[in-house]
T-cell receptor, first 116, second 113 residues
Framework: DGGITQSPKYLFRKEGQNVTLSCEQN?????MYWYRQDPGQGLRLIYY???????QKGDIAEGYSVSREKKESFPLTVTSAQKNPTAFYLC???????????????FGEGSRLTVL | KQEVTQIPAALSVPEGENLVLNCSFT??????LQWFRQDPGKGLTSLLL?????REQTSGRLNASLDKSSGRSTLYIAASQPGDSATYLC????????????FGAGTRLAVHP
């Protein structure tokens, strides 16, 4: 079945540690995204990527980093510079990035990060 | 500033009732609007996608409309069931050269037997 797989589902981090969240898709989508969700708020865009080896900052990129070495993979690293990292992280993909060909946005099941 | 608002934040209805969820946006240069469902602790599931050239989309008991001039979209759920209980989010795609989606905070729906 085609879809987006995020791992781990739950992650605990000590202050000062970097952690990496995995996102893999087999939908053959060009565009991939990382969102952060906090209670009672809408999703906020962290990073997005249109194509391999290219990615752009979203609205809240500070303290985060990404890579796009393969079309199907878009890992997110939460660095120690992120001051308030406890949140629910969602990875998504769409056919394209431009307005004319985005199609639907598909999401993974999310990763919940808790800082101890 | 582009904003998407969903009111009310929470809604509780008896089973069988027809209901409408509201989504409003501030920028009429919207090129699509998508409705999602989110169950507790889960990712988002796409329900309906409406392009700016369309006025509505239907899927089963769900019907979503888009009115760019008034800055509103509605999600109509017919004959609600307890299994419809979830949070419903809308997201507007706005012109900006890329798929810039702005999400509402969601409406938490509870359908009780």
């Amino acid at each position: 079945d085609g879809g987006i797989t995020q791992s781990p589902k739950y992650l605990f981090r000590k202050e000062g540690q970097n952690v990496t969240l995995s996102c893999e898709q087999n939908l053959n989508h060009d565009a991939m995204y990382w969102y952060r969700q906090d209670p009672g708020q809408g999703l906020r865009l962290i990073y997005y990527s249109q194509i391999v080896n290219d990615f752009q900052k979203g609205d809240i990129a500070e303290g985060y980093s990404v890579s796009r070495e393969k079309k199907e993979s878009f890992p997110l690293t939460v660095t120690s510079a992120q001051k308030n990292p406890t949140a629910f992280y969602l990875c998504a993909s769409s056919i394209g990035l431009r307005e004319v060909n985005t199609g639907e946005l598909f999401f993974g099941e999310g990763s919940r990060l808790t800082v101890l | 500033k582009q904003e998407v608002t969903q009111i009310p934040a929470a809604l509780s209805v008896p089973e069988g009732e027809n209901l409408v969820l509201n989504c409003s946006f501030t920028d009429s240069a919207i090129y699509n609007l998508q409705w999602f469902r989110q169950d507790p602790g889960k990712g988002l599931t796409s329900l309906l996608l409406i392009q700016s050239s369309q006025r509505e989309q239907t899927s089963g008991r769900l019907n979503a409309s888009l009115d760019k001039s008034s800055g509103r979209s509605t999600l109509y759920i017919a004959a609600s069931q307890p299994g419809d209980s979830a949070t419903y989010l809308c997201a507007g795609g706005f012109s900006g050269g890329y798929n810039k989606l702005i999400f509402g905070a969601g409406t938490r729906l509870a359908v009780h037997p």
